[in-house]
């Protein structure tokens, strides 16, 4: 593929901070407004006023923004997403609606974080694990437990199979097979049978003997399990949420 340097990597992240015309931060933030502003009556006024404080004025044509402006606008937008989540969170009721934004959340994370574990996998023997438990929000756990330099075993030990870790792979697939269950029960089989065997697997490691760079077991089943989440998302969104007459069909024959 084409080379880039880092001058251009650089300005083409800035760039997609700033600018709805490429794919990012700015688009997403104004699609969301977009999609809000369909559904005002069910927002509340604290809720409207975290997501317009995330809506970002519009720059300058061929403004370049600066490194430390971009930071500031991802600091702001991480402050206003958080408090979107916790008003979700805290006041939301707990009725269809909210178990598909649920199932939804952990469906990113689990394809986010499948494929984080992969590439620190496939990383060199001697590289430094601090990024990725900074990368999944867990750092501060490891330490509290370990008190130790990150080290492969209980690394992968806290991210994949730690039930009381809501950034591992297993808290993912727990809240979304309980959830998918409490759906089927009133809507018949919608994708449990798909990431209950996985989370199977998942369970099945040994630690002392697969928990470990190198292991093309564990990378594998990262890899079906990334997938495998993709596949019932689209599965979710054909039988739920597809008003064509095709949708409709398949939703019957479910």
Known sequence: ?????????????LTA??????PGLARQQQQLHRLAGQL????????????????QPAAAAGEQPSQSGVMTIL????????????FAFDGMTRDLGWRFMSIGRRLERLQFQSVVLQRA??????????????????????????????????????LLLDETNPRSIVFQLNGILG?????????????????????????????DTDLKQGNPLLGGLLDRIGRTSAA???QISVQFFSYTDNGRQRNRST
């Open 17 to 22: 901070v700033v600018s709805p015309a490429v």
């Open 121 to 158: 996998l496939a990383m060199n023997g001697g590289g430094n694990l601090e990024w990725l438990l900074e990368l999944s929000d867990s750092i501060i756990t490891y330490r509290a437990r370990y008190r130790a330099q990150p080290e492969w075993l209980p690394v992968l030990d806290l």
């Open 179 to 207: 959830t998918l269950g409490k759906i089927e029960q009133t809507h018949g089989p919608c994708g449990t049978h798909m990431l209950a065997p996985l989370k199977k697997e998942l369970l099945a490691l040994a630690p």
């Open 75 to 86: 600091d702001d937008a991480a402050a206003a997403l958080m408090t979107l989540a916790g």
């Open 232 to 234: 019932l998302s689209e």
């Open 1 to 13: 593929g084409p080379i880039f340097t880092d001058a251009e990597i650089e300005s083409a992240l």
């Open 40 to 55: 005002h009556e069910r927002f509340s006024v604290d809720n409207w006023r975290a997501l317009n404080r995330m809506v």
